[in-house]
Nanobody, 125 residues
Framework: QVQLVESGGGSVQAGGSLRLSCVAS????????MAWFRQAPGKEREGVAV????????SYGDSAKGRFTISQDSAQNTVYLQMNSLEPEDTAMYYC??????????????????WGQGTQVTVSS
């Protein structure tokens, strides 16, 4: 079992920044991928960013490219999502996810075995 706890959400004006954190705990088998997804009311869950833990390689959804950065602190079992130039369209519940298997694609929520409870991000214009 892996427990994921997100923090760092909140309300910000357009153009502002937030940094989300996700702490993983509870298992001796560390996830292979960790990712951030988001879901706005009435919309499907969308992949935002993913990091391959071992190599540190990253991939981003189209909405995040150039504005968001995913990073990790392996010693703290923590993954971050730095979000800059926020727009009202970024308003959503943001979820941390962990994949322990052979795949970790932002296009497939089914790749991810564990999910956090989410942290709300609200961007006002």
């Amino acid at each position: 079992q892996v427990q994921l706890v997100e923090s760092g959400g909140g309300s910000v004006q357009a153009g502002g920044s937030l940094r989300l954190s996700c702490v993983a705990s509870g298992s001796i088998y560390r996830p292979k991928w960790m990712a951030w997804f988001r879901q706005a009311p009435g919309k499907e869950r969308e992949g935002v960013a993913v990091i391959y833990i071992r190599a540190g390689s990253t991939s981003y959804g189209d909405s995040a490219k150039g504005r968001f950065t995913i990073s990790q602190d392996s010693a703290q079992n923590t993954v971050y999502l730095q979000m800059n130039s926020l727009e009202p369209e970024d308003t959503a519940m943001y979820y941390c996810a962990a994949a322990t298997g052979g795949r970790g694609s932002l296009a497939r929520t089914s790749d991810f075995d564990y999910w956090g409870q989410g942290t709300q991000v609200t961007v006002s214009s």
